[in-house]
């Protein structure tokens, strides 16, 4: 299989074997579900809380007699029946909410959106993505040549420079990651991935 490359003036340049284990798999709708999901609840955080009945700040006064008031026996403000009261199942910060996904699932689900997003012509390899000088202008100016000014971008390089870095982070559409850093989540809510040859070679020296 192949794809074509571009340089950063966005013409064409050759093209690139890659292996079909990578970039021409099925799409695995629910497998891919099933790992978006786990990575984005692996990604939370416990820090809500909530106070049970013993510790809302409430008097322990019984509120009113238990007979002859015609109401429904109370024996403390701070009931979880009451209005500002306590929560019955309060939530607390040492929530756990990871979810465990096998190495071979998690790569599968990547190898699967990969393959889909070259069919879908919103994968673009790249000879190399480099930056002379850390200038927001000299990036926008490669965007422009790659067609990529509208929409979301995410850049995947084998090493992330000082310059790229510096370069594209005041731009809230463009994300860059390294090879290791590659996370489904990010591959699905970018209308376009770019990556670099190098990035290519060392993605599938990993996963095959």
């Not at 390294?178 to 290519?200: F, G, N, T």
Request: net charge positive; charged share 25%; hydrophobic share 40%.
């Amino acid at each position: 299989m192949e794809l074509k490359v571009i340089n950063t003036k966005g013409q064409d340049v050759g093209v690139l074997a890659v292996n079909e284990a990578v970039f021409a798999k099925d799409y695995n709708e629910a497998l891919i579900h099933q790992v978006v999901t786990a990575f984005l609840a692996n990604a939370r955080s416990g820090t809500r809380a909530q106070k049970e009945r013993g510790e809302v700040a409430k008097s322990t006064r019984k509120p009113f007699k238990q007979k002859g008031t015609g109401r429904a026996r109370a024996g403390m403000a701070s009931s979880p029946l009451w209005r500002g009261g306590g929560k019955i199942f309060p939530n607390r910060p040492e929530e756990n909410f990871t979810q465990k996904i096998n190495r071979k699932m998690y790569r599968a689900a990547l190898t699967s959106i990969l393959s889909q997003l070259v069919r879908d012509e919103r994968f673009i390899v790249a000879d190399d993505i480099v930056l002379n000088a850390p200038k927001t202008k000299g990036f926008i100016e490669i965007l422009n040549n790659m067609s990529l000014a509208n929409g979301t971008v995410l850049m995947v390089v084998d090493e992330l420079s000082e310059e790229l870095y510096l370069a594209s982070r005041n731009l809230p559409n463009v994300l860059i990651l390294e090879v290791h850093q590659l996370d489904p989540y990010s591959l699905l809510r970018c209308e376009k991935v770019v990556i670099s040859q190098k990035a290519v070679e060392k993605l599938q020296e990993q996963w095959v």
